[in-house]
Nanobody
């Protein structure tokens, strides 16, 4: 199983980025995908999750209304659209996978991460 993130970078406050996670070795029909992030000196935080079963989504309160998770099963890709970015969104963002739904989501599969920096 492999997960490869891309799309990170430097953006000004208020800007947007779209992260992509290309998966291989398994099907999005059976694995839920979650995004986590970790900033220096802070605990890892779950950001969003999209469920394998029905595509239902969930978000951390800190990103609700600004971030949108989606998937394209044909392309084996999950996206995280991030709008109205704030400096506190600065972190390494990780794509993760686990069989089943986003309920009680403790993923065993992780990508290498992509850096997002929000700064003027």
């Amino acid at each position: 199983l492999q997960l490869v993130e891309s799309g990170g970078g430097l953006v000004q406050p208020g800007g947007s980025l779209r992260l992509s996670c290309v998966v291989s070795g398994f099907s999005l029909d059976y694995y839920s995908i979650g995004w986590f992030r970790q900033a220096p000196g802070k605990e890892r935080e779950g950001v969003s999750c999209i469920s394998s079963s029905d595509g239902s989504t969930s978000y951390a309160d800190s990103v609700k209304g600004r971030f949108t998770i989606s998937r394209d099963n044909a392309k084996n890709t999950v996206y995280l659209q991030m709008n109205s970015l704030k400096p506190e969104d600065t972190a390494v963002y990780f794509c993760t996978a686990e069989p089943g739904t986003c309920d009680s989501y403790f993923p065993n599969y992780w990508g290498q991460g992509t850096q997002v920096t929000v700064s003027s």
